[in-house]
T-cell receptor, first 112, second 112 residues
Framework: DSGVTQTPKHLITATGQRVTLRCSPR?????VYWYQQSLDQGLQFLIQ???????AKGNILERFSAQQFPDLHSELNLSSLELGDSALYFC???????????FGQGTRLTVV | GESVGLHLPTLSVQEGDNSIINCAYS??????FIWYKQESGKGPQFIID?????DKRQGQRVTVLLNKTVKHLSLQIAATQPGDSAVYFC???????????FGTGTLLAVQP
């Protein structure tokens, strides 16, 4: 158990809908990262938050947004969902200066 | 279980043999590298890391080698076991934000 909790584990929704994925980082970790993993791609960095502030952005679509709350949990909002958004979404947290992160078990999103 | 990717490079080894998984990284400014293991249906799990001022680091049954001249990283697993079967990702971290950029991954299949 990495200490990073993601909910829900599975999510099935229709095209055009909006969903929210939730992540609770390890206790004390200030950084939260979101990654997308599709079947035909590796882990794609989406966005990073550090202590409530956006720190870095990757290839995140405009239909996607995220935030980190004062209690350090984070939410990833995906809207106007398309079939191609079906993927595993991972959250990771880090509190160490080296930068390696602990990953959650992921949320599998299926858009039908 | 679910496969992480359909077109991953695959390394097939016999149980008890040594495995070598290779990775080429892209950013010559990266100063920190990590190997992750991802088992089917789970999030990536940290294995070992190395700073750019080192060329070798050993852990328990694993060794990471770094060749900065050719931007190449390798993971050696000694006496490979069935439990080592997974997808292995290298990741590089070169920025102040500590975001990790992942390689495409290699599927290690251990034959009994």
């Amino acid at each position: 158990d990495s200490g990073v909790t993601q909910t829900p584990k599975h999510l099935i929704t229709a095209t055009g809908q909006r969903v929210t994925l939730r992540c609770s980082p390890r206790s004390g970790d200030l950084s939260v990262y979101w990654y997308q993993q599709s079947l035909d791609q590796g882990l794609q960095f989406l966005i990073q938050y550090y202590n409530g502030e956006e720190r870095a952005k990757g290839n995140i679509l405009e239909r996607f947004s995220a935030q980190q709350f004062p209690d350090l949990h984070s939410e990833l909002n995906l809207s106007s969902l398309e079939l191609g958004d079906s993927a595993l979404y991972f959250c990771a947290s880090s509190g160490n200066m080296m930068g390696w992160a602990f990953f959650g078990q992921g949320t599998r999103l299926t858009v039908v | 279980g679910e496969s992480v990717g359909l077109h991953l490079p695959t390394l097939s080894v016999q149980e008890g043999d040594n495995s070598i998984i290779n990775c080429a990284y892209s950013n010559c400014a990266s100063d920190y590298f990590i190997w992750y293991k991802q088992e089917s249906g789970k999030g990536p799990q940290f294995i070992i890391d190395i700073r750019s001022n080192m060329d070798k680091r050993q852990g328990q049954r694993v060794t990471v080698l770094l060749n900065k001249t050719v931007k190449h990283l390798s993971l050696q697993i000694a006496a490979t076991q069935p439990g080592d079967s997974a997808v292995y990702f290298c990741a590089e971290n070169g920025g102040a934000t500590n975001k990790l950029i992942f390689g495409t991954g290699t599927l290690l299949a251990v034959q009994p």
